[in-house]
């Protein structure tokens, strides 16, 4: 059960931020935090969901890089 409400809780923050800047910048955030966590929080936890399930949920789309 704690572990249900505190992945509640981490999608409703991870709405709230997209909300106040942007699907992309808070899809970018999470994909850093990966990147600097050495990719430790990917698979998720008791407390927090998988970084994938966490981009699922703010509906991020990975952008194709740019022409160069």
Same mark, same amino acid.
């Given at each position: &059960?704690? @572990?249900k409400?505190s %992945?509640? !809780? +981490?999608?409703q !923050?991870d709405?709230?931020?997209? /909300? %106040?800047? @942007? $699907? *992309?910048?808070?899809? $970018?955030?999470?994909?850093?935090? #990966?990147?600097?966590?050495e =990719?430790? &929080?990917? *698979?998720? #936890?008791?407390? =927090?969901? @998988?970084? +994938?399930?966490?981009?699922?949920?703010?509906?991020? /789309? &990975?952008?194709?890089?740019?022409? #160069?």
């Open positions: &059960v704690f @572990s409400i %992945h509640y !809780a +981490e999608y !923050a709405q709230y931020g997209a /909300q %106040h800047t @942007s $699907n *992309q910048a808070m899809g $970018n955030a999470l994909l850093k935090l #990966s990147e600097l966590t =990719h430790i &929080v990917d *698979q998720g #936890s008791m407390t =927090h969901p @998988s970084i +994938e399930k966490r981009l699922a949920n703010i509906q991020f /789309q &990975v952008l194709p890089a740019p022409a #160069s």
